[in-house]
Every structure is written in structure tokens, then in C-alpha cells.
């Protein structure tokens, strides 16, 4: 079991920690059956945090999730079954779980947990809340809610098949924060100190999805006897699946735009597939790109489970999570900023990969899986969206008052 413990530890460390992504490439609709205020963040990178306000207090033990199960048929002894292996494995907000073993093995690895833990109290836990479950004390007021971390989930990535995203996709959102969203800037903090958030951030993935597994097992399945090392086990498998990313990088150069002819043979072509069944992009964002399309009342994966039903399952269901359910609608082109970037690069790899987590799927290839559509028609819906959207009638404007 010592050993066990050991290499997962050792792994949580050695694996490049990452942070996820805030928001996703969909506009939000209020949280349904909250009254809660919604920020307003459409053109700006605002912080959510109160200016004066004091950092959150680091509670002593992780907050107890019980997403999609009723609390009050929780047993005592259920509960415990859960949150012993938690601690046993991962620890306490204020002190992670780290054997000598591993600080003998891990070095640098370990400091930059230490340094990261309190870097992301500061700065993160609010919105993100202290275990990382997207529901800190800021949380409600935000449309699209904080990431919760602890699915493993992340929308933005340089990865194809829903894989991890690189440390390059994170150090990104941590210094440029997130477009259209409420997701601020770091620019303060140095990369040492970026590498040591995103280090504390994947700490916080690992445990969740740890957490999940036992919830299943523990409320579902009945077993209050599971040995630890079985949970070491999944927990191994999370920390493991941060290593797997290097045979699905998307492999994206940085291209000009075509001009003249080119540019107008390949809007025709983009604007074919965009209609097409094929990639079925007007079925959500609609003809034009302004969100409208036939499917435009969307769940995604952290919202989908808080739907019962009936209304009445559904308000029954809100008691099981600290959030509303909250709606979700496709991106508007036309008015609206491209949260995953506006590069050329940036939307091709939305196209590619898809956004994880949310309806919108990815058209490119992934090892073992045919493409849905070539790279030379990916392209083509690139610069058709380009010329549906914000920035392109921005461009356009700025040239004819500049031609004044």
C-alpha cells in the first residue's frame, strides 16, 4: 500500500499541472430559478472579487459534494467512506497530502505544490471555490458560472478526443484571463508562480475525479469496505491521464489569409460546409452566425444533470447542487467575442477539437478516428466565420474611416 501511495503522489507531482479554462464559446442564460444578478463581462476581462474585499478563510476540510444525491439520505457511515480516503490520499486545503517519500522523490516538484496552494486561495478559490467545484462565494453572480475543476473537463485545448489541454493552453488563461468572460488577468504573477497554480489546479482535477469515483461506488454500488489501495488505483489512472497527451496535439501552423480570388473561392466553400449536415454548424449558430440555429436552448456537462424531467424533478434536483441550473446558447459571430481566442489558429482549433464539455463537437481527426471534414475544409469554415463575425466588421469599419 506504501508503494502504491508513493507512486501516486510521485505522479500527482511529476505530471504537468494544469488549469483549466473559465468559460465556454456559448453565451449563457441566467441561472434557472435564480434571482441572482448576472455580470455583465461581454467586452471586458473584470474581475468578479469585490475591489477591498478580504481573501476568502481557508476552511480545514474540503467542503463535502453530494452533486445528484440527496444529503439527508446520506448515512453517516456512507459519508465516511468518502471522505476518508480523501484526506488519507489528498489532505486538508491547508495542508495536501505529501509523504517523504515523495518529497524525496518529487524536489522541485513539491515546493511548487507549496507555493501554489496558497497563490490559488488568494486568487482563485473564490470563484473556483476552495476544492475547485466552481461554486466559491462569487460564484452565483457569475453567467457562465466558474469552472468546476473537478470533472477533469476543460474546454479550451490544443489536444484533440477530449484529452487534457497542454501547459501552454493554461499558462494562457491564467496570464491573459478570458476574453468576454469574468475570468481576470494574472499578469502580475511570474511563470514560476504560474507553474505553481496550474501545478495546484491539476492537484485539485485528480482529487475530484478521485472524489466522483467514490461517490459512485460508495452511494451507488453500496460498498463501504473499498480498500484503499483500489482507490489509489483510480486515483493513479486521473494523475495518468496527464501524460497521455502528446499523440493528440493538434498540429495547426500560423497561416495568412488568402486575399482576392483565393479569399472569395474559399468563403464559397466555407460557407457550403458551414450549411452542410456534414459539420451541421447552422443547426446551433444559425445561418448568419448569430446563434440562432434550430438548437439554441443547450446544456452542457456540469448543467445536463440538474435536468429532471419535469419542472418539478428539475427544482427537486436543484437541492442536490450549490449552483442553479443554468442555460447555455451558441456563440453569436456577429456580435459576440470568440472566448477561445480570435486568431485564425485559435478558431480552427475549436473547429478541430471541439469545446469540451459543451454540445459543440470537434470535426478533425483523433488517433484511430476518421475526420469528419479535411484540413483544407476546416480552413474554409475558419474564414467563413471570420467574416461573420465581431472583429472582421470592426476591420471593416476601422478601413473606411481610416479611407476618410
Same mark, same amino acid.
Given at each position: 500500500?506504501?508503494?502504491?501511495?508513493?507512486?501516486?503522489?510521485?505522479?500527482?507531482?511529476?505530471?504537468?499541472?494544469?488549469?483549466?479554462?473559465?468559460?465556454?464559446?456559448?453565451?449563457?442564460? !441566467?441561472?434557472?430559478?435564480?434571482?441572482?444578478? #448576472?455580470?455583465?463581462?461581454?467586452?471586458?476581462?473584470?474581475? /468578479?472579487?469585490?475591489?477591498?474585499?478580504?481573501?476568502? /478563510?481557508?476552511?480545514?476540510?474540503?467542503?463535502?459534494?453530494?452533486?445528484?444525491?440527496?444529503?439527508?439520505?446520506?448515512?453517516?457511515?456512507?459519508?465516511?467512506?468518502?471522505?476518508?480516503?480523501?484526506?488519507?490520499?489528498?489532505?486538508?486545503?491547508?495542508?495536501?497530502?505529501?509523504?517523504?517519500?515523495?518529497?524525496?522523490?518529487?524536489?522541485?516538484?513539491?515546493?511548487?505544490?507549496?507555493?501554489?496552494? !496558497?497563490?490559488?486561495?488568494?486568487?482563485?478559490?473564490?470563484?473556483?471555490?476552495?476544492?475547485?467545484?466552481?461554486?466559491?462565494?462569487?460564484?452565483?453572480?457569475?453567467? !457562465?458560472?466558474?469552472?468546476?475543476?473537478?470533472?477533469?473537463?476543460?474546454?479550451?485545448?490544443?489536444?484533440?478526443?477530449?484529452?487534457?489541454?497542454?501547459?501552454?493552453?493554461?499558462?494562457?488563461?491564467?496570464?491573459?484571463?478570458?476574453?468576454?468572460? /469574468?475570468?481576470?488577468?494574472? !499578469?502580475?504573477?511570474?511563470?514560476?508562480?504560474?507553474?505553481?497554480?496550474?501545478?495546484?489546479?491539476?492537484?485539485?482535477?485528480?482529487?475530484?475525479?478521485?472524489?466522483?469515483?467514490?461517490?459512485?461506488?460508495?452511494?451507488?454500488?453500496?460498498?463501504?469496505?473499498?480498500?484503499?489501495?483500489?482507490?489509489?488505483?483510480?486515483?493513479?489512472?486521473?494523475?495518468?491521464?496527464?501524460?497521455?497527451?502528446?499523440?493528440?496535439?493538434?498540429?495547426?501552423?500560423?497561416?495568412?489569409?488568402?486575399?482576392?480570388?483565393?479569399?472569395?473561392?474559399?468563403?464559397?466553400?466555407? *460557407?457550403?460546409?458551414?450549411?452542410?449536415?456534414?459539420?451541421?454548424?447552422?443547426?446551433?449558430?444559425? *445561418?448568419?452566425?448569430?446563434?440562432?440555429?434550430?438548437?439554441?436552448?443547450?446544456?452542457?456537462?456540469?448543467?445536463?444533470?440538474?435536468?429532471?424531467?419535469?419542472?418539478?424533478?428539475?427544482?427537486?434536483?436543484?437541492?442536490?447542487?450549490?449552483?442553479?441550473?443554468?442555460?447555455?446558447?451558441?456563440?453569436?459571430?456577429?456580435?459576440?467575442?470568440?472566448?477561445?481566442?480570435?486568431?485564425?489558429?485559435?478558431?480552427?482549433?475549436?473547429?478541430?477539437?471541439?469545446?469540451?464539455?459543451?454540445?459543440?463537437?470537434?470535426?478533425?481527426? #483523433?488517433?484511430?478516428? *476518421?475526420?469528419?471534414?479535411?484540413?483544407?475544409?476546416?480552413?474554409?469554415?475558419?474564414w467563413y466565420v471570420q467574416k461573420l463575425s465581431l472583429q472582421e466588421r470592426k476591420e471593416k469599419k476601422e478601413k473606411k474611416s481610416n479611407e476618410k
Open positions: 500500500m506504501q508503494s502504491m501511495l508513493r507512486i501516486l503522489t510521485s505522479l500527482l507531482l511529476i505530471f504537468p499541472l494544469l488549469v483549466v479554462g473559465c468559460e465556454r464559446e456559448e453565451d449563457s442564460a !441566467p441561472p434557472v430559478g435564480s434571482t441572482v444578478g #448576472t455580470l455583465t463581462a461581454e467586452t471586458t476581462n473584470q474581475a /468578479a472579487v469585490p475591489v477591498g474585499s478580504k481573501p476568502q /478563510a481557508v476552511p480545514q476540510n474540503y467542503p463535502f459534494h453530494h452533486d445528484g444525491y440527496d444529503l439527508a439520505a446520506i448515512l453517516p457511515e456512507e459519508r465516511t467512506a468518502i471522505t476518508k480516503p480523501l484526506t488519507t490520499i489528498f489532505g486538508t486545503p491547508k495542508e495536501p497530502k505529501i509523504t517523504a517519500a515523495m518529497r524525496d522523490e518529487s524536489g522541485l516538484m513539491f515546493e511548487l505544490i507549496e507555493k501554489g496552494r !496558497p497563490l490559488y486561495q488568494a486568487k482563485c478559490a473564490r470563484c473556483h471555490g476552495i476544492s475547485g467545484d466552481g461554486a466559491g462565494p462569487e460564484s452565483a453572480k457569475l453567467n !457562465p458560472y466558474p469552472r468546476d475543476f473537478r470533472r477533469g473537463v476543460f474546454k479550451y485545448r490544443s489536444t484533440a478526443g477530449w484529452m487534457k489541454p497542454l501547459d501552454s493552453d493554461l499558462h494562457r488563461w491564467v496570464q491573459r484571463g478570458g476574453v468576454a468572460t /469574468a475570468m481576470p488577468a494574472f !499578469p502580475e504573477l511570474s511563470e514560476a508562480e504560474r507553474n505553481a497554480v496550474i501545478m495546484y489546479v491539476q492537484f485539485l482535477t485528480v482529487r475530484g475525479e478521485t472524489e466522483s469515483f467514490l461517490m459512485e461506488t460508495v452511494l451507488d454500488e453500496g460498498d463501504l469496505e473499498l480498500p484503499l489501495d483500489d482507490v489509489v488505483e483510480e486515483a493513479f489512472l486521473a494523475a495518468k491521464a496527464w501524460d497521455k497527451v502528446d499523440d493528440y496535439v493538434i498540429k495547426v501552423e500560423k497561416k495568412l489569409k488568402p486575399t482576392g480570388e483565393v479569399l472569395t473561392a474559399a468563403l464559397v466553400r466555407g *460557407k457550403t460546409a458551414y450549411d452542410a449536415k456534414k459539420a451541421r454548424c447552422v443547426d446551433c449558430h444559425g *445561418k448568419e452566425g448569430r446563434g440562432d440555429g434550430e438548437q439554441n436552448n443547450l446544456l452542457d456537462d456540469w448543467n445536463k444533470p440538474k435536468q429532471g424531467g419535469t419542472p418539478e424533478q428539475t427544482a427537486a434536483k436543484r437541492k442536490m447542487y450549490p449552483l442553479p441550473m443554468q442555460i447555455v446558447f451558441p456563440r453569436d459571430f456577429t456580435e459576440k467575442a470568440f472566448r477561445g481566442g480570435s486568431e485564425p489558429e485559435d478558431l480552427y482549433k475549436r473547429i478541430y477539437a471541439g469545446i469540451g464539455g459543451t454540445p459543440m463537437p470537434g470535426l478533425g481527426a #483523433t488517433p484511430g478516428v *476518421k475526420a469528419v471534414l479535411d484540413d483544407a475544409t476546416l480552413w474554409d469554415i475558419v
